[in-house]
């Protein structure tokens, strides 16, 4: 049997880390060809993450570029995109979460009429402008996709609601999944995490959403660095995003407090022990909001909505918005009361069993199976009825030896029809691009 060709698609560190283990998992499956595209959307930071899970791209567009935007961003993966499927030629392609290259991605496989599937499916907070430009991302790809991967129920009911075509599985977070890889051992490789005293309570900080750029990331920053000025005990490890605006930003308000260490970014590897290791999380980022949580560290939210509910209901997140006096008070809690620490680093984990990648490649392993079933069960259906066109490319394809000589069936009004001219049926959801583009020998 002829091996189906996957191609993952990712450009940022966030993706990289949960698409990883998934491209290994595919890659251990006999019937599939695990293919690798990154757009480094993200270099430096997606490039030590494949070296952390030893991955090597089939095909690296390389888009990054000083102050990018995000139409400049979406418009080079765009066409970037084209000459990777011309050169891998995908039977489907993999795309993750919500980014640019999420959007880029599965609208370059729509217009090449080749299936998405969308790992980490259902996210919503039903706000349009925040996440910016998340929300947005996911919900166009939910439009595009046909076998949509639902970390939690939640997602999935998401995308009931929505009536998205295609399958949707509940399959947990691949992220679990990577923290298998990632937190063996505690060395760190940065210098810079060699130097924290773990003796003292540490919290781990990021902070780099666009969203939160300009006042509220400057209420963010406040918070912080009353806190660190009021529990001198307590040593605050920021690894600063590359972005100007957010170095330019922490430099100003958290710079030069000695219990702050603002850092270079880090790996997946450093920056889930760091976490391990950590007393709580302070972040703004979404993934951390599922790795946290997984190693039973309570984590506030630095924004005003989550896309990730599920953490919230289980109380193992909070969200504390961009309010500086909110923020200074749940954090103060945390460290205040062990009781409060304690019901929310005892609380269930809600994104899985790190099974999320088998998972995810046993549904794409015999969803191509399913769908040409399915076509097929269509089609017999459409012939017992008396559709003259499918009984013809039926019995035709079937049955060769008495009708492969015979290009036409006549009716009984004398209508001539041809395999060419006959309609296509309806194809199973999941299935229902690769059926145009990828035809059986026979139904």
């Known amino acids: 049997m002829e091996k189906l060709r996957i191609m993952s698609v990712f450009g940022t560190r966030p993706e990289a880390i949960k698409m990883a283990p998934l491209v290994k998992e595919l890659a251990s499956r006999d019937e599939i060809e695990s293919l690798c595209c990154v757009t480094a959307q993200h270099r430096e930071m997606l490039d030590s993450v494949m070296e952390v899970f030893d991955l090597k791209a089939d095909c690296d567009l390389d888009i990054m570029t000083p102050r990018q935007t995000l139409s400049t961003i979406t418009s080079k993966c765009l066409l970037g995109m084209d000459d990777a499927i011309e050169q891998l030629k995908p039977d489907m392609i993999l795309v993750h979460g919500d980014t640019s290259t999420t959007f880029a991605g599965a609208l370059a496989a729509f217009y090449a009429k080749i299936p998405v599937g969308h790992v980490e499916a259902g996210l919503r907070t039903y706000d349009r402008w925040s996440p910016f430009p998340e929300e947005m991302n996911r919900s166009l790809v939910g439009r595009i996709a046909t076998l949509h991967f639902a ?11 929505e009536a998205v075509e295609g399958d949707i599985f509940v399959t947990g977070n691949t992220v679990i999944d990577a923290m298998a890889y990632t937190v063996r051992g505690e060395q760190f490789v940065s210098d810079e995490l060699r130097q924290v ?33 009021n529990y001198p005990d307590v040593e605050i490890v920021y690894p600063v995003h590359l972005s100007p605006v957010v170095r330019s930003t922490a430099e100003g308000l958290l710079g030069g407090v000695p219990n702050i260490r603002l850092i270079a ?46 953490a919230v209901t289980a109380g193992t997140v909070k969200l504390a918005g961009t309010d500086t006096e909110e923020i200074y008070r749940l954090a103060a809690e945390l460290l205040d009361d062990p009781a409060a620490y304690d019901r929310m680093a005892k609380a269930v984990n809600p994104y899985g069993d790190g099974r999320a990648c088998p998972r995810i490649a046993q549904a794409i392993s015999v969803g191509e199976e399913a769908a040409l079933a399915s076509v097929e069960n269509a089609l017999f259906k459409k012939a017992q009825g008396g559709d003259l066109g499918a009984m013809c490319f039926y019995l ?24 060419d001219d006959i309609p296509k049926t309806e194809a199973a959801k999941p299935a229902q691009a690769a059926a145009e583009t990828k035809q059986p020998d026979h139904p």
């Open 151 to 161: 970390p939690t129920a939640n997602n999935a009911h998401n995308l009931e609601r």
């Open 197 to 229: 005293d773990f003796s003292r309570r540490v919290i781990a900080m990021t902070c780099h959403r666009r969203e939160n750029y300009g006042q509220p990331m400057r209420n963010i920053f406040t918070a912080v660095r009353r806190l660190a000025l």
């Open 265 to 310: 970014p880090l790996d997946a590897v450093d920056m889930h022990r760091l976490m391990a290791r950590s007393y709580m999380v302070m972040t703004d980022s979404g993934g951390i909001q599922e790795e946290a949580p997984a190693l039973g560290k309570p984590v506030l939210v630095l924004r005003r909505e989550t896309e990730r509910p599920e």
């Open 396 to 419: 035709k394809n079937r049955d060769p030896e008495h009708w492969s000589e015979h290009p036409e069936l006549r009716g009984y009004d004398g209508k001539v029809v041809f395999v």
